[in-house]
């Protein structure tokens, strides 16, 4: 297709040359159109116009669609029994989701007061078992005592 020449360039190097060939199309003929009849003629049609012109021309008859399968009736009953049966299970769900949500919020309430009890516990340890401090008890100085009658007076 591309018929190749080798040429020698200025500095003698050799250069390939590829010239394209052209390609030949075949002549194409249109096939002839017959004509084709009608199965029957179709009438003429004259329609006068109201400012005194008259068309004529052939009529054409509109496009009837293909005729639809008609759709079996549903009974209302039927339609009825399904939508209570579809209200039915989005009420069975949501009770689901209601009873899923107090459990979790219980358990969450349970952890919260465990978790109070834990650190006020420990807080409460760590009061009574404490190094620091006065140790439990009045403190009494007894320098300042006045005893009279077995009592101690302050």
Not at 96 to 105: E, G, H, M
Request: proline share 9%.
């Amino acid at each position: 297709m591309y018929p190749e020449r080798v040429h020698h360039g200025p500095d003698g190097r050799a250069v390939e040359v590829h010239t394209p060939t052209p390609i030949t199309t075949a002549a194409v003929t249109p096939a002839p159109l017959v004509p084709a009849q009608p199965g029957a003629i179709p009438s003429v049609a004259s329609v006068v116009l109201p400012d005194g012109r008259v068309v004529t021309g052939y009529a054409i008859n509109p496009v009837q669609p293909e005729p639809t399968a008609e759709k079996p009736a549903v009974s209302r009953a039927v339609v009825n029994v399904a939508l209570g049966g579809v209200g039915l299970l989005a009420m069975c769900g949501g009770l689901l989701l209601l009873t899923t949500f107090i459990a979790a919020l219980t358990a969450l309430i349970t952890q919260l007061v465990t978790l109070a009890a834990v650190i006020f516990g420990g807080w409460i340890a760590v009061q009574v078992f404490s190094v620091s401090g006065h140790k439990g008890g009045t403190t009494v100085n007894i320098r300042k005592a006045v005893i009279k009658r077995n009592h101690f007076h302050g």
